[in-house]
Nanobody, 124 residues
């Protein structure tokens, strides 16, 4: 059974930092793509950062490049998103996700498994 559970969200002032965590279980972790997506009310879900578990290949959305860092702990099957220099525009529900293709994609529609999300709110 595939399970993804996010944690670490909260409310912070602009310029602050948060670290999100995603606990993954129930699937072959070693050769999977793990991804962070976010969705603000009324907006389409967008890919924030992607990571391929076997090689640590990463992709970042331009809006977060240089501010966010995706990483993993292979032994613990944990995915992280270190978020720094947060902006009000980063306010959204953040989700971790994976899919059956074995490769990374930017389109949320290509992912099959999702966590319940963790809310990040950045105030001015």
């Amino acid at each position: 059974q595939v399970q993804l559970v996010e944690s670490g969200g909260g409310s912070v002032r602009a310029g602050g930092s948060l670290r999100l965590s995603c606990a993954a279980s129930g699937y072959p972790y070693t050769y999977m793509c793990l991804a962070w997506f976010r969705q603000a009310p009324g907006k389409e879900r967008e890919g924030v950062a992607l990571l391929y578990t076997s090689s640590d290949w990463t992709y970042y959305h331009d809006s977060v490049k240089g501010r966010f860092a995706i990483s993993q702990d292979k032994a613990k099957k944990m995915l992280y998103l270190q978020m720094s220099s947060l902006k009000p525009e980063d306010t959204a529900m953040y989700y971790c996700a994976t899919g059956p293709t074995g490769s990374c994609h930017r389109d949320y529609r290509l992912y099959s498994y999702w966590g319940q999300g963790t809310q990040v709110t950045v105030t001015s």
